[in-house]
């Protein structure tokens, strides 16, 4: 009993110390695009200060910096409204790109009728089709994240197509031969094959629904960060708008980051 506590004790010592080596391991990874953040920071500042820039024209970072602080509470309240709206939309672009991905790897037929309308909807400019959703069905946050499911179907349905389709020939061979269902077939073959691909469909829409959010932002005026970008630099108050375009980019390295966490969760199950 006693060793087997000290065996569980030193197993536990042992996850710690690589634990901590991972998260110094993710440091050295991004220290160099920190120290690069900083550089420009700084060239940013000496720039505004030496040629005494105007700050409507382009405030310093300690202007932008102080506007960030200022107006943190109603940036925090849009950053919430942009990352629901963004997180709704991207959940139904994944759900809707899975099921066509499904659909067209299973079914030439379903290919031939899906393919055109995923297509279009992805070619179709945004701030075209904007103000069409927002007359038929308002503008509230579900308006808005239909847009973005919109935009977020199509590179998750064609990534997670093309990596159902290539999964080596040799794999289904082996389920045939142990006479594997198909629906065995697609759970523990296909899917498994396909997730590389599918992640990487699932991080360029986590990208692209913020960019759409914003864009419907822009058509709505009512409220998130594209509406703060947008005010703030209508009425001239530029360090507001730098202020909200920082917190635009955090919420854009969040939605892109989060999919790559999930990815190394999965595979180190």
Avoid at 124 to 140: D, E, S
Wanted: glycine share 8%.
């Amino acid at each position: 009993m006693t060793g087997h506590r000290r065996e569980q004790g030193e197993g536990g010592n042992r996850s710690r110390p690589n634990g901590a080596r991972r998260v110094r391991a993710r440091v050295r990874q991004y220290r160099p695009a920190l120290a690069l953040l900083a550089l420009l920071l700084v060239a940013w500042q000496l720039a505004t200060v030496l040629f005494a820039v105007p700050t409507v024209v382009l405030p310093s970072p300690l202007d932008v910096g102080a506007a960030l602080v200022d107006a943190w509470p109603t940036l925090l309240g849009d950053a919430l409204v942009t990352g629901v709206t963004a997180a709704l939309g991207l959940a139904g672009g994944v759900c809707v790109g899975l099921v066509v991905a499904f659909g067209m790897t299973t079914s030439r037929t379903v290919e031939a009728v899906a393919r055109p309308y995923v297509v279009g909807l992805r070619i179709a400019p945004l701030v075209a089709v904007a103000p069409l959703l927002f007359l038929w069905f308002g503008r509230g946050i579900l308006p808005r994240a239909l847009l973005v499911t919109t935009m977020t179907q199509f590179p998750v349905a064609v990534a997670s197509a093309g990596g159902l389709r290539a999964v080596p020939r040799e794999y289904l061979d082996l389920a045939r031969s142990v006479a594997a269902s198909p629906r065995r077939t697609f759970l523990r073959i296909r899917v498994p094959a396909a997730a590389p691909s599918v992640f990487a469909g699932v991080k360029l829409a986590a990208a692209l629904a913020v960019i759409g959010t914003v864009v419907a932002e822009f058509v709505t005026l009512t409220a998130g960060l594209g509406y703060r970008v947008f005010v703030t630099a209508a009425n001239l108050q530029t360090a507001r708008t730098y202020a909200a375009l920082s917190v635009l980019v955090a919420l854009g390295l969040a939605f892109y980051l989060v999919p790559g966490w999930i990815e190394r969760r999965s595979r180190s199950r």
